[in-house]
Antibody, heavy 113, light 104 residues
Framework: EVQLLESGGGLVQPGGSLRLSCAAS????????MSWVRQAPGKGLEWVSSISGSSVTTYYADSVKGRFAISRDNSKNTLYLQMSSLRAEDTAIYYC??????WGQGTLVTVSS | DIQMTQSPSTLSASVGDRVTITCRAS??????LAWYQQKPGKAPKLLIY???TLESGVPSRFSGSGSGTEFTLTISSLQPDDFATYYC??????FGGGTKVEIK
């Protein structure tokens, strides 16, 4: 059974940094691209970033380019999102996703002073 | 970047109604489109992939069509469990703004 478990969310001040993790199980992690998607309170879904299975290719939404970095450790079956220069508008639930089919439960990031 | 535009943003319908949601891409995305259903407090659930392929376990009243820049999600006979918000997504990229299906 595919499982995705996000962690690392919390309250952070504007301008601060945070690293999210997504622990994956139930599939051959290194064989699949992975993505981060976020949802601000009461708003729609926003794709944030994707990474290929080998980490060769990464993609970012314009809204986070230059501030966020996606990475993965295939030996640990874990996906990461390093977030820096955080803004109030980055406040959201952050989901990790495999393909379009499997999603984690999300982790809440709140950017506020 | 390719923009995805969904319409309508809100739809009021009754149980048994046929419902159609439209998603337009700013440039051709072939059939690389997915449709999701999301209920409050839950992660999105995949309904349709590759524009028209029904995900395993999803009721057959859901169907998808289209290619290139214009796509539709149709619910043939709306059921009480279908009141939710629906999103289209270009694979591993941008989402539409969402369509909330409400009880009329």
């Amino acid at each position: 059974e595919v499982q995705l478990l996000e962690s690392g969310g919390g309250l952070v001040q504007p301008g601060g940094s945070l690293r999210l993790s997504c622990a994956a199980s139930g599939f051959t992690f290194s064989s699949y691209a992975m993505s981060w998607v976020r949802q601000a309170p009461g708003k729609g879904l926003e794709w944030v970033s994707s990474i290929s299975g080998s980490s060769v290719t990464t993609y970012y939404a314009d809204s986070v380019k230059g501030r966020f970095a996606i990475s993965r450790d295939n030996s640990k079956n874990t996906l990461y999102l390093q977030m820096s220069s955080l803004r109030a508008e980055d406040t959201a639930i952050y989901y990790c996703a495999k393909d379009q089919r499997f999603w984690g439960q999300g982790t809440l990031v709140t950017v506020s002073s | 970047d390719i923009q995805m535009t969904q319409s309508p943003s809100t739809l009021s319908a009754s149980v048994g109604d046929r419902v159609t949601i439209t998603c337009r891409a700013s440039q051709s995305i072939s059939n690389w489109l997915a449709w999701y259903q999301q209920k409050p407090g839950k992660a999105p659930k995949l309904l349709i992939y590759k524009a028209s392929t029904l995900e395993s376990g999803v009721p057959s009243r859901f169907s998808g069509s289209g290619s290139g820049t214009e796509f539709t999600l149709t619910i043939s006979s709306l059921q009480p469990d279908d009141f939710a918000t629906y999103y289209c997504q270009q694979y591993n990229s941008s989402f539409g703004g969402g369509t909330k299906v409400e009880i009329k």
